[in-house]
Structure formats: structure tokens, C-alpha cells
């Protein structure tokens, strides 16, 4: 079986930057460790990314009225040691929560091949539950896992929340 990561908006607005939380900062050196441990052709990437001028004008602008990952921004990169970490992985940007060409992507590549995915990254409670979920509509016999100590939500409270949640719903939460 073909064991899959997918490394989830690991950029700077969401560890130090206008989103940033000493949670996101405290798995760091976890995600990096698990992100060396795959090759990387079996690793896959989201980055959020927007446009400046028509963010705030969308509906999660308006209800998330903070402008970041703004495209060819600090913010938008994936944060340092990640990229390093990431290799040749394939990244997809995603103009919001989910990302529908990476969920293709699993898709394709599980016609081919028995697939697990496991997902790490931020935020447990919007960006990862949403493509974990996805997936799991999309694919649901292909085992996913989340890797608690390798993301963080927007809150404390938030992520257990998320976790609980995909527990719920036949996602393995491991530590």
C-alpha cells in the first residue's frame, strides 16, 4: 500500500505570520521530522493563496476579514524549514479551504494503486478538516489518518474540536 502525506498550508501567515499561534510554531520540528520520513514523490503540498485587491470581497474575506497568504507575499510561502523538508513534493494552491485538484489528484493515483493519506498541517479546524473530510466523501475506503502533533487549529479548543470531529467521522487521529 502506497502511504501518502499531505502536508497542509505550512506558511508563514499561519505559524508567525497575521495568523500565526505558538501552537503552529510548536509543531515545527514534528512535521519536519514526519514530512523527512516520506519520499518525496509520495508527499503533496497545499498553499492558501489570494488575490490582495478581491480577498476581502469573497465570503471567507467577509467573514475572516484578516487579508493573508496574499499571493507573491512572506506570507504566502511555505515556511522555511517546511519547503526544505517538502523536497520535490507537489504543491497545490487552493483559493480556499479545500483543494479540490489534490483531492483529484489521490483520486487518480488510488485507481492505480491501494492508497493510505495522512494529514498534517494547519489549521486543524478549517484547512485540514476540510480536505480530510473531503477526501473521505471522495474516497471513502481508502484509510486516512491525522496526525495530531503535526498540526494546530486556529485555537486549542478548535483543534480538539476538529479532532473529535474526524474521529467521528472514520478518520484515525494519532498522536
Not at 2 to 31: H, W, Y
Not at 94 to 116: G, Y
Not at 138 to 167: F, N, Q, W
Amino acid at each position: 500500500m502506497r502511504k501518502i502525506l499531505c502536508v497542509i498550508d505550512m506558511q508563514n501567515d499561519f505559524i508567525t505570520g497575521s495568523l500565526g499561534t505558538k501552537e503552529a510554531v510548536a509543531i515545527l520540528p514534528k512535521a519536519k521530522e514526519l514530512i523527512l520520513s516520506y519520499p518525496d514523490y509520495n508527499i503533496f503540498a497545499t498553499r492558501d493563496s489570494h488575490d490582495f485587491d478581491k480577498y476581502l470581497d469573497t465570503q471567507e474575506g467577509k467573514l475572516l476579514p484578516v487579508k493573508h497568504c496574499i499571493k507573491n507575499t512572506w506570507g504566502e510561502k511555505i515556511e522555511d524549514s517546511i519547503q526544505v523538508a517538502l523536497r520535490k513534493a507537489q504543491v497545490f494552491d487552493k483559493p480556499t479551504f479545500a483543494s479540490l485538484k489534490l483531492l483529484d489528484h489521490l483520486r487518480q493515483i488510488s485507481h492505480k494503486e491501494e492508497i493510505e493519506v495522512t494529514f498534517i498541517g494547519l489549521c486543524t479546524d478549517i484547512c485540514v478538516i476540510s480536505n480530510a473530510l473531503l477526501l473521505k466523501a471522495y474516497l471513502p475506503e481508502v484509510p486516512i489518518k491525522v496526525k495530531a502533533d503535526c498540526c494546530a487549529g486556529s485555537t486549542p479548543e478548535r483543534h480538539k474540536a476538529a479532532l473529535e470531529t474526524m474521529k467521528s467521522c472514520q478518520i484515525l487521529v494519532e498522536d
